[in-house]
């Protein structure tokens, strides 16, 4: 494999390696904002069914309140009445006590409401309790690591693609240029820019007669 094919063979698993990185990082961000908002959404949900059951609480312990201010006027009016009218003993006892019978006939009424009420906001807590569970299993799905051997392995593949491309536009023996910079051309005597060399004689002064 050539310099720049193992080159481009190291980028590459790098950069995948890098991508899936960043990838696992985004959708771990991702999953804890998700489950700090489901988390305060169950919150929100269970203080409403709450604050639902107290107003409910509420009200009933009016209605019982109500209902024995009235049964108590409805008593001492029987009794004025019974004795205007000349009415005493049993059938004045009869009177006092179907009045009795109906304060706590609607009491029970409103009791076992509120019962049925409460038991109804228990299965709902516990509902939302069961469903947010679900909700964030779903959200915490298992982050997918950065597959190094795999990224290895095709920046190889990737590397050997790009030798054949080499080889094939017939760069073969690609090198790696050595450290310091190109060498410049050379001239060899062999060169059309060599002037040849002749004999030289050197030059003799004529000797006298």
């Not at 409910?56 to 109500?66: H, R």
């Not at 509902?127 to 997918?144: D, F, G, V």
């Amino acid at each position: 494999m050539t310099w720049v094919a193992t080159t481009i063979a190291v980028l590459s698993a790098a950069g995948t390696i890098y991508g899936q990185q960043q990838a696992a990082d985004a959708q771990e961000e991702a999953q804890e904002n998700a489950s700090i908002r489901e988390r305060q959404r169950q919150l929100a949900e269970m203080s409403s069914m709450r604050t639902k059951q107290r107003f409910e609480q509420i009200a009933m312990s009016q209605k019982l309140q109500v209902n024995a201010l009235k049964a108590k006027e409805a008593r001492a009016t029987s009794k004025a009445a019974g004795a205007s009218a000349g009415i005493t003993g049993q059938l004045l006892t009869d009177i006092l006590d179907s009045t009795s019978r109906e304060e706590a006939n609607y009491s029970y009424s409103v009791l076992r409401n509120q019962q049925l009420a409460n038991i109804n906001t228990a299965i709902g807590l516990e509902n939302s309790t069961q469903q947010s569970k679900a909700n964030l299993l779903r959200i915490n799905q298992p982050i997918a690591q950065p597959d190094y051997f795999g990224a290895i392995l095709s920046g190889a593949q990737t590397g050997i693609s790009m030798s054949s491309g080499l080889k094939d536009a017939g760069i073969t023996g690609a090198k790696k240029p050595p450290a310091g910079g190109g060498g410049g051309a050379s001239f060899q005597s062999s060169s059309p820019f060599s002037t040849p060399q002749t004999s030289y004689t050197p030059f003799s002064a004529p000797t006298s007669l």
